[in-house]
């Protein structure tokens, strides 16, 4: 069973920033690209950005492009995301998860309990 431990949320002012971490128990991290998604109360779960498996390609939705940065540490199983300039309409509950390809496609696991993060003045 694959598994998800996102950290790193929080409360912050707009303008601010968090670095997200996502820890996957999964054999052989490094054969996966990986996603953050994010999900406000009421709207559908979207996909922010997604890295490739060794790290060199990365995508974003139009709303995150040029302030958030996807990153992973394939020897720590871990994939974090930079987020700055923080807006109030970036507020949601962030997860990650495992998939093939760096579209919006399906995921490999199962989803984890995410990290909150609430832009607020």
């Known amino acids: 069973q694959v598994q998800f431990v996102e950290s790193g949320g929080g409360l912050v002012q707009p303008g601010g920033s968090l670095r997200l971490s996502c820890t996957a128990s999964i054999t052989f991290f490094s054969i996966y690209d990986m996603g953050w998604y994010r999900q406000a109360p009421g709207v559908q779960r979207e996909l922010v950005a997604a890295?490739?498996?060794?790290?060199?390609?990365?995508t974003y939705a139009d709303s995150v492009k040029d302030r958030f940065t996807i990153s992973r540490d394939n020897a720590k199983n871990t994939v974090y995301l930079q987020m700055n300039s923080l807006k109030p309409e970036d507020t949601a509950v962030y997860y990650c998860?495992?998939?093939?390809?760096?579209?919006?496609?399906?995921?490999?696991?199962?989803w984890g309990q995410g990290t909150q993060v609430t832009v607020s003045s």
């Open positions: 998860n495992a998939k093939r390809g760096l579209g919006d496609g399906p995921v490999i696991g199962s």
């Open positions: 890295i490739s498996r060794g790290g060199g390609t990365t």
